[in-house]
């Protein structure tokens, strides 16, 4: 990219003028059909599948691996996605990133979405800005706090950076139980965050019982990680049928039927399923067209999900 057109590109992502450049999305749907939910913060609306990147965009700079990560962002995005959630623990994650969204060019439409994950408020600092960097930003979306670490150390930086249009969202985040009763605590008496992420797929529905209660009666944005398990869900289901009523649903394998059940809930906004394969993500981003699962539908494919696994 020339640098003209690399400085247009940054100053199109930032702060106020990122928040102005995405627009407001408006409807429960696009003109395709695309499943959005909203931020409660705000009733901005956001695609329900988002991408992760945690061990998939962890590869070497200037390798073929690199290569194929863009043309995966670059799927994504072609097919309506918006959201991308990374974080400094995520190894050389955030720099591929960058690189891959300095190869695509012009304005994709991206949601950008990254973490803190560092004690002190200093080091917090200087992590965030490393971040901005590595994205190649000026500003993100939404700032997280990963897996609640130092989070009342990090909380006023957030809050004056948001103050500051440097981030437009505030968030924290888990993926272990053991940290479930730190996280409700934060749902019910932190209102500054505007999300709250953590782990729930058919096979890991403990958050059903205060988790997200929780968060929709506070008003908070649900980001869901892990909601293949970290593939463990794929492994359970090897060699076993869709049950003939998927169809119902528009699902057509086991991703769309993992990923409708997520974000069908409805206190979810996103979920971040995380993939190295453009096949894969073209699979993951169909989960957005068609009906979504209702309530008495959920139930029936929890039932099903769980007679597999019996």
């Known amino acids: 990219m020339h640098d003209p057109d690399r400085r247009r590109f940054l100053e199109g992502l930032g702060g106020l003028a990122l928040a102005a450049w995405l627009g407001p999305l408006r409807g429960s749907r696009t003109a395709d059909s695309t499943v959005l939910k909203p931020i409660p913060a705000t009733g901005e609306l956001l695609p329900a599948i ?31 996605g918006h959201l991308v959630d990374s974080s400094p623990m995520y190894g050389l994650s955030e720099s591929v990133i960058g690189y891959c969204l300095e190869q695509i060019g012009g ?58 249009k440097r981030i437009r969202y505030i968030g924290i985040t888990t993926s272990h139980g053991r940290r479930h009763e730190a996280m409700e605590d934060v749902i019910l008496h932190q209102p500054a965050f505007d999300f709250v992420q953590f782990s729930y797929s058919l096979g890991d529905r403990e958050v059903e019982a205060r988790l997200l209660p929780a968060a929709a009666d506070k008003g908070k944005a649900v980001i869901i990680n892990r909601p293949f398990r970290t ?66 539908m959920r139930r029936r494919m929890a039932q099903y999900f769980d007679s597999v696994l019996s």
């Not at 130092?150 to 103050?163: A, F, M, R, S």
Request: proline share 8%.
């Open 231 to 296: 593939g463990e869900l794929f492994e359970l289901v090897a060699g076993k049928p869709l049950p003939p009523w998927a169809d119902e649903i528009g699902c057509s394998t086991w991703s769309q039927f993992f990923l409708k059940f997520v974000i069908s809930h409805p206190a979810v906004t996103c979920a971040i399923p995380a993939t190295s394969r453009v096949d894969h993500m073209l699979e993951n981003v169909q989960a957005l067209k068609g009906p979504l699962p209702d309530a008495a």
């Open 107 to 164: 304005r994709p439409p991206l949601f950008s979405a990254t973490k803190v994950w560092i004690l002190t408020r200093v080091a917090g600092i200087g992590q965030m800005n490393l971040s901005a960097k590595l994205w190649g930003l000026p500003g993100f979306d939404l700032m997280q706090v990963h897996n609640m670490l130092d989070w009342e150390v990090h909380l006023p930086t957030l809050i004056q950076w948001k103050g500051e």
């Open 50 to 80: 988002g991408m992760g990147s945690w061990i998939t965009f962890n590869v070497p700079p200037f390798t073929d691996a690199r290569e194929r990560r863009v043309e995966v962002l670059r799927t994504f995005f072609a097919q309506g």
